[in-house]
């Protein structure tokens, strides 16, 4: 507990600086995190969780050296695109506190959390609708949200994830935690339905044991993934845990999952695992790792097709990987490059790929039709790290895009993005291993 602490506190103080610093101690800041928990997970005091979670957050911080065998495949070039941006406004929930995450929904609501309390906005006048929370400090931060048939499903990093429901005065109320009780009643009493976690402790299978840092929904299925290195797959209608796998060696940070049902998950392991649920099949299977990154992955994206993958990690690059005939064969095809410290965070919309990053900037990429990727614009002004984003295409706007930036300074920022071709081109950042 004592040695967790430490480290804690180190990486709290050098979060900011440069990768130089980082080079000296990347393997231990890198392999730290995997005594988080074992095969199953773990079951932690409330001190212990919170020694690990800031840990593991301050890692995900970490800027350290880039993928040594990139290459640049041609000449500067340019793409004939050009990006417009500007910041429409910005504010700060009231606690004023670092923006755990944020999500855009139904169109015309941003939802917003900064430590426990999640506040509502309408997009429009952006007035807060609504500020709710669990009433329960302890709980720790809101790590991150997604909805599904009506219900808002927040993961949190006391091991719970929580579902809301929007009253018919607009207000949330919360409506169960998952595990449901009944989940619990069902499987408690045989034996078979425990597995052991640290400290020869035992916990149910369905629970997660270290905090929950992202969610996914598809199809009727939701998928949350934990700093206790599990993918858990949870049934929409009846909010029932129907799997629950060790996905990873080290804490997941993030999932994503595509139209076809194909998961993916990244890890502190610095691999992106692939997961499918074969025909006629009731479990999903490991089909494909994915090993190129040197460092944690912190963010991956889709494109909308599902047919590229976008990993960003603390090496400083974001890595395109495209499907050849099946998800099992996910080739790199490039990386990009231009932020100066860790990726944070990922978001593809209408052909545009936003990335936010520990240099406090969010890029705008996109595909040119010769298959390079370009960097449109660079829309800064925050003053901490980027830590989530949302976007939403506009309808009727002409292909704008709204994007929301939130920071560890506590500070949403709204911008309206707009692309044209032909424009004044713009420097290509692709590169190959």
């Given at each position: 507990?004592?040695?967790?602490?430490?480290?804690?506190?180190?990486?709290?103080?050098?979060?900011?600086?440069?990768?130089?610093?980082?080079?000296?101690?990347?393997?231990?800041?890198?392999?730290d995190?995997?005594?988080?928990?074992?095969?199953?997970?773990?079951?932690?005091?409330?001190?212990?969780?919170?020694?690990?979670?800031?840990?593991q957050?301050?890692?995900?911080l970490?800027?350290?050296?880039?993928?040594?065998?990139?290459?640049?495949?041609s000449?500067?070039?340019?793409?004939?695109?050009?990006?417009?941006?500007?910041?429409?406004?910005?504010?700060?929930?009231r606690?004023?506190?670092?923006?755990?995450?944020?999500?855009?929904?139904?169109?015309?609501?941003?939802?917003?959390?900064?430590?426990?309390?999640?506040?509502?906005?309408?997009?429009?006048?952006?007035?807060?609708?609504?500020?709710?929370?669990?009433?329960?400090?302890?709980?720790?931060?809101?790590?991150?949200?997604?909805?599904?048939?009506?219900?808002?499903?927040?993961a949190?990093?006391?091991?719970?994830?929580?579902?809301?429901?929007?009253?018919?005065?607009?207000?949330?109320?919360?409506?169960?935690?998952?595990?449901?009780?009944?989940?619990?009643?069902?499987?408690?009493?045989?034996?078979?339905?425990?597995?052991?976690?640290?400290?020869?402790?035992?916990?149910?299978?369905?629970?997660?044991?270290?905090?929950?840092?992202?969610?996914?929904?598809?199809?009727?299925?939701?998928?949350?993934?934990?700093?206790?290195?599990?993918?858990?797959?949870?049934?929409?209608?009846?909010?029932?845990?129907?799997e629950?796998?060790?996905?990873?060696?080290d804490?997941?940070?993030?999932?994503?999952?595509?139209?076809?049902?194909?998961?993916?998950?990244?890890?502190?392991?610095?691999?992106?695992?692939?997961w499918?649920?074969?025909?006629?099949?009731?479990?999903h299977?490991?089909?494909?790792?994915?090993?190129?990154?040197?460092?944690?992955v912190?963010?991956?994206?889709?494109?909308?097709?599902?047919?590229?993958?976008?990993?960003?990690?603390?090496?400083?690059?974001?890595?395109?990987?495209?499907r050849?005939?099946s998800?099992?064969?996910?080739v790199?095809?490039?990386?990009?490059?231009g932020?100066?410290?860790?990726?944070?965070?990922?978001?593809?919309?209408?052909?545009?790929?936003?990335?936010?990053?520990?240099?406090?900037?969010?890029?705008?990429?996109?595909?040119?039709?010769?298959?390079?990727?370009?960097?449109?614009?660079?829309?800064?002004?925050?003053?901490?790290?980027?830590?989530?984003?949302?976007?939403?295409?506009?309808?009727?706007?002409?292909?704008?895009?709204?994007?929301?930036?939130?920071?560890?300074?506590?500070?949403?920022?709204?911008?309206?993005?707009?692309?044209?071709?032909?424009g004044?081109?713009?420097?290509?950042?692709?590169?190959?291993?």
């Amino acid at each position: 507990m004592r040695l967790r602490s430490c480290l804690a506190l180190c990486a709290a103080t050098t979060a900011e600086d440069s990768a130089d610093t980082f080079n000296k101690t990347q393997k231990n800041l890198v392999s730290d995190t995997s005594s988080f928990s074992d095969a199953a997970g773990s079951a932690t005091s409330t001190s212990d969780i919170s020694a690990c979670s800031s840990l593991q957050s301050n890692l995900s911080l970490q800027t350290l050296p880039s993928i040594p065998s990139l290459q640049k495949i041609s000449p500067d070039e340019t793409l004939n695109f050009s990006a417009s941006h500007h910041c429409v406004t910005s504010f700060k929930p009231r606690l004023n506190l670092p923006i755990g995450c944020i999500a855009a929904v139904h169109g015309n609501l941003l939802y917003a959390a900064s430590s426990h309390e999640i506040s509502v906005y309408d997009r429009t006048t952006w007035t807060c609708l609504d500020t709710f929370n669990n009433d329960d400090s302890s709980s720790g931060s809101v790590k991150s949200i997604d909805f599904s048939g009506g219900k808002i499903i927040t993961a949190h990093q006391d091991c719970k994830i929580r579902v809301w429901q929007l009253t018919p005065t607009k207000r949330h109320k919360l409506k169960t935690t998952l595990p449901t009780v009944n989940d619990r009643l069902c499987r408690f009493v045989l034996p078979k339905n425990y597995v052991t976690v640290r400290r020869h402790r035992k916990k149910l299978w369905i629970e997660h044991a270290d905090a929950v840092t992202g969610l996914a929904v598809n199809n009727g299925l939701i998928y949350s993934v934990s700093w206790d290195k599990s993918l858990k797959i949870w049934r929409a209608s009846d909010l029932r845990c129907l799997e629950s796998v060790k996905a990873h060696e080290d804490a997941i940070n993030a999932v994503v999952v595509s139209g076809d049902g194909t998961v993916y998950t990244g890890s502190a392991d610095r691999r992106i695992r692939v997961w499918a649920k074969p025909h006629n099949e009731k479990r999903h299977e490991l089909v494909a790792t994915l090993e190129k990154h040197k460092s944690a992955v912190n963010a991956l994206a889709l494109s909308g097709d599902g047919s590229v993958l976008f990993s960003g990690a603390c090496d400083r690059s974001i890595l395109v990987w495209e499907r050849e005939d099946s998800a099992n064969h996910m080739v790199v095809t490039g990386a990009l490059r231009g932020h100066n410290k860790a990726i944070l965070c990922l978001i593809n919309v209408s052909d545009l790929l936003f990335s936010g990053s520990a240099d406090r900037t969010v890029r705008i990429w996109q595909r040119g039709n010769d298959g390079r990727y370009g960097c449109l614009a660079v829309m800064d002004g925050h003053l901490k790290p980027v830590k989530q984003l949302a976007a939403v295409k506009e309808e009727g706007q002409n292909g704008v895009v709204s994007v929301f930036s939130g920071s560890l300074d506590g500070e949403i920022k709204v911008w309206q993005v707009s692309v044209s071709n032909p424009g004044s081109p713009v420097d290509l950042q692709k590169w190959k291993l």
